[in-house]
């Protein structure tokens, strides 16, 4: 049964701590497919191949990217209550994050200042 019939149902029922919990699982699921989606564009370099063939491709921004990392936060953050394992693989994606060069910082820390 499809989460969102079993929100409205449970919620029908009398018992909204199990629609919260169906409700989660959509999220999940929407979070999940929008970030496999979006990984598995960006590593077969689709945007490339559409602007090759000629196709109106826009700008890819880190806002973007940065949304569609704030989607699957906002649902992990709930389900790290539910499952030790999902904490700690936050943990490590967070961690993972501040090893990821920032270009503007470097941009400023190798600039020469013009004289």
């Known amino acids: 049964m499809p989460p969102l019939v079993v929100v409205g149902l449970t919620l029908e029922s009398g018992v ?3 629609s919260l919990g169906a409700l989660l699982l959509f999220g999940t699921n929407v979070a999940a497919i929008i970030a ?6 960006l590593l077969y370099r ?3 191949v559409a602007a090759a063939a000629g196709l109106p491709v826009g700008r890819l921004t880190g806002r973007t990217l940065v949304t569609v990392g704030g989607m699957v936060l ?3 953050v ?3 209550f539910v499952s030790p394992y999902i904490a700690i693989a ?3 994606a967070v961690a993972f994050l501040w090893l990821v060069p920032d270009r503007r910082f470097e941009r400023q820390l190798f600039e020469r200042p013009t004289e």
């Open 36 to 41: 496999t989606g979006t990984l598995v564009l």
């Open 46 to 48: 689709i945007r490339d």
């Open 74 to 76: 906002l649902v992990a």
């Open 78 to 80: 709930p389900l790290a």
């Open 90 to 92: 936050i943990y490590i």
């Open 16 to 18: 909204p701590d199990e």
